[in-house]
């Protein structure tokens, strides 16, 4: 998908579990309540899904996703969620750092671009305020930590401008498929955004200049 | 608002209507229809959305909803809309463009940051085919044609770069308030996003570099 790579596994209790640890057939039915989950929340938002709408659409009963998830906060966390980890950007030569965060996202954006997976992070997150955190500590994790290990000045001000156009990009290409940006060669897409994103980790902010 | 500050006014049939017109009694109840709208639309998503839900929240009868903006699809445009002219880019001096770009739809956004109807927009557009439609169009007509009449190459792609950038930091800013993005002072995230815009308005791409 798209927005839902932006943010990272939970692999502890609301993981796979510790009940539901196993073999393949535990790993289809966690992937079938997962996608049932991402479908339910959203159609229906946050507040007004239900363990047992999710497990009606998944075909299986309500305790098996609980025993799975634990809590409906667990299993949007899981839903909300795959494994992608941050990206290191000071093991990257300076110059390459741009267009290597850029790529890190966009690899697995275009890898799985499940339209409704993508709309039901983002449609929850504008209006749910558990949603936005979510996102938030996403972004902290994604963007925020690996430039402030940077060690740069006005690390947070440099991830903020970055966030807004990764999560720009992602919103207009995947979730809204506005045109052009939608049907544009990724390779057209990436060098440019890439030199944005440089751009953003390098130049002087306006809290540097003189204004 | 913000999001609904991308599309332009309707003042035909779907305005004010040819009925509703009148002194600032009719403006008064105009407005207070567009604000349950805004609200309702937020709350159950374009297709539950009643005119009947809407002219309860407003406290009126659902005909003077239907006399005012004659169907739900009127509605919904005008709801979705604000008075915003295009800008004209050409008769901006070449280097300043970026940064008037920038300060045209930001100066609209600032001024009014109502959370509900800026979420309205965007949790319907994820969603729902006719909104997605509502904000192509408003891209169309705020972004790819101002940059089109520079008779500039790549018009096209270079707006769609722009429209990433503006819609990602609304949507940061003003929709998701993501921090630090949300609370910085507005002349901080001028400047460098301008120069963003800048360099999508001039800068080569890779159609027609050597990749």
Redesign the interface.
């Known amino acids: 998908m798209s927005m839902s790579d932006l943010t990272t596994r939970n692999d502890g209790p609301a993981g796979a579990g510790p009940l539901g640890a196993g073999g393949p057939r535990s790993e289809r039915t966690r992937r079938a309540i997962l996608h049932a989950a991402r479908e339910t929340f959203?159609?229906k938002g946050y507040e007004q899904t239900t363990i047992r709408a999710v497990a009606a659409r998944a075909g299986i009963d309500a305790s098996m996703v609980m025993r799975y998830f634990g809590s409906k906060a667990g299993l949007f966390t899981a839903a909300a969620t795959v494994n992608l980890a941050a990206l290191d950007l000071a093991a990257i030569p300076p110059r390459e750092r741009g267009e290597r965060f850029v790529r890190h996202f966009v690899s697995n954006w275009e890898d799985d671009l499940s339209q409704d997976s993508a709309?039901f992070l983002?449609?929850t997150?504008?209006?749910d305020q558990t949603v936005?955190a979510q996102?938030?500590e996403t972004?902290n994790q994604q963007i925020l930590g690996p430039v402030s290990a940077l060690g740069e000045q006005d690390a947070?001000?440099r991830?903020?401008?970055i966030?807004?156009?990764?999560?720009?990009?992602a919103?207009?290409?995947y979730?809204?498929?506005?045109?052009?940006?939608a049907s544009?060669p990724i390779?057209?897409?990436v060098?440019?955004?890439a030199?944005?994103v440089q751009?953003?980790l390098t130049?002087p902010?306006?809290?540097d200049e003189q204004?």
Chains 1, 2 share one sequence.
């Open positions: 959203a159609a709309a983002m449609r997150a504008v209006t936005a996102l938030q972004f947070a001000s991830s903020a401008l966030g807004s156009q990764l999560l720009g990009l919103l207009c290409r979730i809204l498929r506005l045109e052009p940006l544009l390779e057209e897409v060098p440019p955004v030199r944005t751009h953003y130049q902010l306006p809290s204004m």
